[in-house]
């Protein structure tokens, strides 16, 4: 039952992060160095697996934490993945609307099935994969139903940069969940010690990519530091606070379940929302269409006014003699 409830959460945060994120531009463009969002993502994981971590450690029972060398390094690998993914990711909405970039993220279904057989070694039956397509095209049928007409016809119409980057973002998120899979059931530590090294190397990843681009600008505009909360509004606290938020439940999903379960899972969830959203719509416009109008509009009070006071005049009519 869980694991339900973790994947209808993860899907509202992941299918909000494009419209979020295309909220925060202004004019089509970012007012912020979108390069801060990853890290501070990154950061605000870190500090909640910490807390967690320090509640676990207070326990009667420790958790169980390796320490060796050759465990930890490997921790950097999904950082690294992670990185250029959301990048990339920003990189695609500046030339493909909310939909478009939705419609290719369902490339992640069958590359997951793709990278789960190789790397975890996994075999799945044909019946199987029939499965997994079946699902990335339901699903891909589900949203272009949904969008409007002006979305469907910009499905086509996009430049060919952002279809590349699309298809290179979802082909780095199955690469990273499976990867990440691989690394929490690889022994049975604490999920929350094995989620500070992986949030502290993507944490140290994203600060050396802002290093970078500082070298790069020449300290045109200051170092990054100086520099990190400029041009933010609130929308673009919500970018950073839903990418946080996904990071952690993804941890859990790849901890107690696997990539195959969480993509249906999400999947499913999404129809499911879609489906309860349209109910509720419809429900609404019923109400409104058959309410009176006084429940819906406030309507102006009647003032009964005095009678205004009727004023005689006499006339004299003169008569010709």
């Known amino acids: 039952m869980q694991w339900y409830v973790v994947a209808s ?52 029972t420790p958790p169980r934490m390796t320490t060796e060398w050759k465990s930890i390094r490997l921790y950097p690998i999904p950082s690294i993945i992670y990185l250029i993914h959301n990048n990339v990711q920003f990189a695609t909405l500046m030339y493909v609307d909310t939909s478009t970039y939705q419609i290719m993220g369902n490339l992640k279904i069958v590359t997951t099935g793709i990278l789960f057989r190789l790397f975890l070694r996994r075999k799945l039956s044909n019946l199987q994969w029939m499965a997994i397509v079946l699902l990335a095209v339901g699903t891909t049928t589900s949203q272009v139903k949904g969008c409007g007409e002006a979305s469907c016809d910009s499905l086509f119409s996009s430049p060919i940069q952002g279809y590349m980057l699309g298809i290179l973002s979802a082909c780095l998120s199955a690469l990273a969940g499976v990867y990440t899979e691989y690394l929490m059931k ?65 941890s859990w999903l790849m901890k107690y379940a696997d990539n195959i379960v969480k993509v249906y899972s999400t999947s499913m969830a999404m129809l499911l929302t879609m489906l309860f959203l349209g109910i509720i719509i419809c429900m609404m416009s019923l109400h409104m269409y058959f309410a009176p109008p006084s429940k819906l509009v406030d309507m102006p009070l009647t003032v009964k006014t005095a009678p205004e006071s009727v004023i005689e005049v006499s006339v004299d009519r003169r008569t010709d003699s």
């Open 186 to 250: 690889k022994n049975n530590d604490s999920l929350y010690w094995q989620n500070v090294q992986l949030y502290t190397f993507g944490a140290i990843f994203n600060m050396a990519r802002l290093i970078l681009d500082d070298f790069r600008g020449g300290f045109e505009k200051g170092p990054w530091w100086q520099r990190l909360f400029n041009g933010y509004s609130t929308t673009t606290w919500m970018v950073v606070l839903n990418l946080g938020s996904t990071g952690l439940l993804v």
């Open 9 to 60: 959460v993860l899907t509202v945060l992941t299918s909000s992060q494009g419209i979020l994120t295309t909220l925060s531009q202004t004019n089509g463009r970012y007012r912020y160095d979108y390069a801060t969002v990853p890290f501070l993502a990154e950061a605000f994981k870190l500090l909640v697996s910490s807390v967690f971590l320090w509640r676990e450690c207070q326990s009667s």
